[in-house]
């Protein structure tokens, strides 16, 4: 089993930026990637990145392309995802999530679905 902490969350204004941190222990494993998704009241849970565990790959969602950034310190066994400029539309629960299989391609990583192990989330709001 893995456990995960989200931490960071917030209540932020427009522009402002936010870190969030994703710290795992238990059973992790070197080939897990780290996948971040939101949740909006009233809405499906949304992919917003991922980082590979080496050689730390990302990828992002479009809507927050160029303002997020995830990095991982594996010594720690934790991620991060920095937030900077921050929009009303960027307010969720933010949750990190690991446990996809190995070799997973980009497309099937976005998907909550492979991702075996939760956050219980941390509450992000922007206000306008």
């Known amino acids: 089993q893995v456990q995960l902490a989200e931490s960071g969350g917030g209540l932020v204004q427009a522009g402002d930026s936010l870190r969030l941190s994703c710290a795992a222990s238990g059973r992790t494993s070197s080939s897990y990637a780290t996948g971040w998704f939101r949740q909006a009241p009233g809405k499906t849970r949304e992919f917003v990145g991922f980082?590979?565990?080496?050689?730390?790959?990302?990828d992002y969602a479009d809507s927050v392309k160029g303002r997020f950034t995830i990095s991982r310190d594996n010594a720690k066994n934790t991620v991060y995802l920095q937030m900077n400029s921050l929009k009303p539309e960027d307010t969720a629960v933010y949750y990190c999530?690991?446990?996809?299989?190995?070799?997973?391609?980009?497309?099937?990583?976005?998907?909550?679905?492979?991702?075996?192990?939760w956050g219980q989330g941390t509450q992000v709001t922007v206000s306008s």
């Open positions: 999530a690991t446990g996809a299989g190995v070799g997973l391609s980009s497309y099937l990583l976005r998907s909550p679905s492979m991702y075996a192990y």
């Open positions: 980082i590979t565990r080496s050689p730390g790959s990302t």
